[in-house]
Structures are given as structure tokens and as C-alpha cells.
């Protein structure tokens, strides 16, 4: 039962956008509405380097890869350039086994080693108990709410914005 947490390589894509298209068909935990291709997610990891803003851990447990955790750019004006986005998601098999945590760890721990990280932002559709307590596990303090901040699925939803110093 080896649990390895290491950063993403293209061999990881196809596992990953599985496991991102099953929560963006079956929930409102994202608010991507449509399933994303293969090709999709190689133009999104081309964003990724094992230093900087944009970072990519993935968790592999028995050989398989089973989650990730990404910073990602936070907003289009450069000034926000300092600020990444998180995202995480652990495959539906897999939640509660402690994997969210280490993998989402690493990323925090490489971020806060970054010197041109200086904050992280997670945004959290509400109700997510699991991703609620794991942001604030992990040091995230709650920044702000947008109320009805996204439309999915027939409803409008809050949205919670979770924000992590990384020690600066
Ligand atoms: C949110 C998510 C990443 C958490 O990862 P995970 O591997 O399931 O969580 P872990 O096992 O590492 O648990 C971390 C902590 O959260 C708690 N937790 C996990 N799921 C929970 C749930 N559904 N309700 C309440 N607490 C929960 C755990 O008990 C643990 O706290 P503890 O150590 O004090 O007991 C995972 O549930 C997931 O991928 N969910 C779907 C996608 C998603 O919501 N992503 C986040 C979008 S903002």
C-alpha cells in the first residue's frame, strides 16, 4: 500500500482528467461545466515547472495516480501574479485516507519555499465539509465570501475564498 507523492508528469494526464471529469459531471465542487479532453489537459500542463508559481504534485498509491494538488495562475491582471490558485482533487475511491493532505501539503510547502509565491488562494463551492476542513487543517484562513458567486447545475452557489500566507 505505497503512498508517493512526487510531482506530475504527462503520463499522469489521463488519470487526472478522470478524475476531474467525474466531479465536473457529478458535482459542484468545480465549476467547470464540460467534460476536458486529453488534449485539454496537456495544454494545461504546460503551465507546470518544478519551481515557481505554477507547481504540480500528483499522489500515486498502489501505481496508480489518484490525485493532485496545482497552483495555478489566480487572475489575468499582473499585478496578482504573486497569488496563485489552488486546486485539489483526490479520486472518489480514495477520499478520507489521508491522501488530500499530504499531496495538498507538498504543494504548500514547495510554494512557500517559492520566492515568487506570496499567497494562495483556494476557492471552495459550499457545502464541501471535506475541502473546508482540509483548507484550514492546512493553514488557510477564510478571506472572503462571493454569494452566489456561481451558477451550476439549475442553482446558484456561494462560493468560499480561502487564503494561505506561505510564511510572508
Ligand atoms: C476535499 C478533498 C481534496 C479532501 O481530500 P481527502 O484525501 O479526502 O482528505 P484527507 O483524508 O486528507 O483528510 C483531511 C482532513 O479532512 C477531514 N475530512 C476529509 N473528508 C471530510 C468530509 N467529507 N467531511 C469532514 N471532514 C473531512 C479528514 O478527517 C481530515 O481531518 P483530520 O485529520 O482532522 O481527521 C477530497 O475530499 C476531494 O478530492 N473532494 C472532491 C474534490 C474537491 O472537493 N476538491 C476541492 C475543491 S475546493
Same mark, same amino acid.
Given at each position: 500500500?505505497?503512498?508517493?507523492?512526487?510531482?506530475?508528469?504527462?503520463?499522469?494526464?489521463?488519470?487526472?482528467?478522470?478524475?476531474?471529469?467525474?466531479?465536473?459531471?457529478?458535482?459542484?465542487?468545480?465549476?467547470?461545466?464540460?467534460?476536458?479532453?486529453?488534449?485539454?489537459?496537456?495544454?494545461?500542463?504546460?503551465?507546470?515547472?518544478?519551481?515557481? !508559481?505554477?507547481?504540480?504534485? @500528483? =499522489?500515486?498509491?498502489?501505481?496508480?495516480? +489518484?490525485?493532485?494538488?496545482?497552483? $495555478?495562475? *489566480?487572475? %489575468?491582471?499582473?499585478?496578482?501574479?504573486?497569488?496563485?490558485?489552488?486546486?485539489?482533487?483526490?479520486?472518489?475511491?480514495?477520499?478520507?485516507?489521508?491522501?488530500?493532505?499530504?499531496?495538498?501539503?507538498?504543494?504548500?510547502?514547495?510554494?512557500?519555499?517559492?520566492?515568487?509565491?506570496? !499567497?494562495?488562494?483556494?476557492? @471552495? =463551492?459550499?457545502?464541501?465539509?471535506?475541502? +473546508?476542513?482540509?483548507?484550514?487543517? $492546512?493553514? *488557510?484562513? %477564510?478571506?472572503?465570501?462571493?454569494?452566489?458567486?456561481?451558477?451550476?447545475?439549475?442553482?446558484?452557489?456561494?462560493?468560499?475564498?480561502?487564503?494561505?500566507?506561505?510564511?510572508?
Amino acid at each position: 500500500m505505497a503512498t508517493i507523492i512526487r510531482r506530475g508528469q504527462e503520463a499522469d494526464l489521463p488519470a487526472l482528467r478522470d478524475i476531474l471529469n467525474h466531479y465536473i459531471l457529478n458535482t459542484v465542487v468545480t465549476f467547470e461545466m464540460v467534460e476536458l479532453s486529453l488534449e485539454n489537459r496537456k495544454t494545461w500542463f504546460t503551465q507546470f515547472r518544478d519551481e515557481g !508559481r505554477y507547481q504540480l504534485m @500528483v =499522489v500515486e498509491k498502489d501505481e496508480q495516480t +489518484v490525485g493532485y494538488a496545482a497552483s $495555478l495562475r *489566480f487572475h %489575468q491582471r499582473p499585478a496578482y501574479g504573486p497569488s496563485v490558485m489552488t486546486s485539489i482533487y483526490i479520486h472518489p475511491d480514495h477520499l478520507g485516507e489521508g491522501l488530500g493532505e499530504k499531496v495538498y501539503s507538498a504543494l504548500l510547502d514547495n510554494l512557500s519555499a517559492e520566492p515568487e509565491a506570496h !499567497r494562495a488562494y483556494g476557492l @471552495v =463551492v459550499l457545502p464541501n465539509p471535506g475541502s +473546508v476542513k482540509l483548507h484550514e487543517k $492546512l493553514g *488557510f484562513e %477564510q478571506a472572503g465570501l462571493l454569494h452566489e458567486g456561481g451558477y451550476k447545475f439549475g442553482k446558484y452557489h456561494d462560493v468560499r475564498i480561502y487564503e494561505h500566507r506561505l510564511g510572508k
